[in-house]
């Protein structure tokens, strides 16, 4: 089953707007939560990450808002840019375990900014 | 700087062949990762290497699925009898050890046909 829901599916953004990526997650283990931008043909980068001790990390134009009780977080990306438009993962992960971290990634968002 | 790299970019083979894939991960990571990526869908795991060894191998989808990493550093992802539902891209990460961040490669597009 799908570990961690994202929306929409799809996002169309003017020039200097701000995108908003939501996500939703059901494991409460879950102690790490990244975002990756992924452009045609190349894999998924790391954008920025946040640990849930915390409700809002901050680098740059992206922002990340986390709300623990809800099972919530999202990706705000300020003053969007046409160089932003690639498709954008949230996921998750048990940071603090022993074996892998592997990630459980969100269904992505297309993200398209118009000139 | 080298990332992690791919090969081949691209793989057409017909339903009921063997193929392999090919990661080189960044030199000196010791953890590396597979991951499926479908049309439209997100990444998701098969198989995580903790140096020569598969740690975990909980995402495999069947036994036609295995994956080697002899000397710890290149592994091969080895698809069996493919099947046209194999179509996928399929990504591997390295990071330097478990805690640190996963670097992806840029995946093998294959196509079963």
């Known amino acids: 089953q799908q570990q961690v829901k994202q929306s929409p599916q799809s996002l169309i953004v003017q020039k200097g707007g701000i995108s908003i990526i939501n996500c939703a997650y059901e494991n409460t283990a879950f102690d790490y939560f990244p975002w990756y931008q992924q452009f045609p043909g190349k894999g998924p980068a790391l954008l920025i990450a946040?640990?849930?001790?915390?409700s809002e990390k901050k680098e740059g134009r992206f922002t990340i808002s986390f709300n623990k009780s809800a099972k919530q977080f999202s990706l705000h990306i300020m003053d969007s840019q046409p160089g932003d438009s690639a498709t954008y993962f949230c996921?998750?992960?048990?940071?603090?375990?022993?074996?892998?971290?592997?990630?459980?990634f969100g269904t992505g968002t297309r993200l398209t900014v118009i000139p | 700087g080298a990332g992690v790299s791919q090969t081949p970019s691209n793989k057409v083979t017909e339903k009921g062949k063997y193929v392999e894939l090919r990661c080189d991960p960044i030199?000196?990571?010791?953890?590396l990762y597979w991951y499926r990526q479908s049309l439209g869908q997100g990444p998701e795991f098969l198989i995580y290497?903790?140096?020569?060894?598969?740690?975990?191998d909980s995402g495999l989808p069947n036994d036609r699925f295995f994956a080697v990493r002899p000397e710890g550093s290149v592994s091969t992802l080895k698809i069996q009898r493919t099947e046209r539902g194999d179509s996928a891209v399929y990504l591997c990460?390295?990071?330097?050890?478990?805690?640190?961040?996963?670097?992806f490669g840029p995946g093998t597009r294959l196509t079963v046909l």
């Open positions: 290497f903790q140096g020569t060894g598969a740690a975990d």
């Open positions: 990460a390295s990071s330097l050890s478990r805690e640190d961040e996963q670097f």
């Open positions: 996921a998750a992960t048990i940071y603090y375990q022993t074996g892998a971290n592997n990630l459980f």
């Open positions: 030199s000196g990571h010791t953890a």
């Open positions: 946040i640990r849930p001790d915390v």
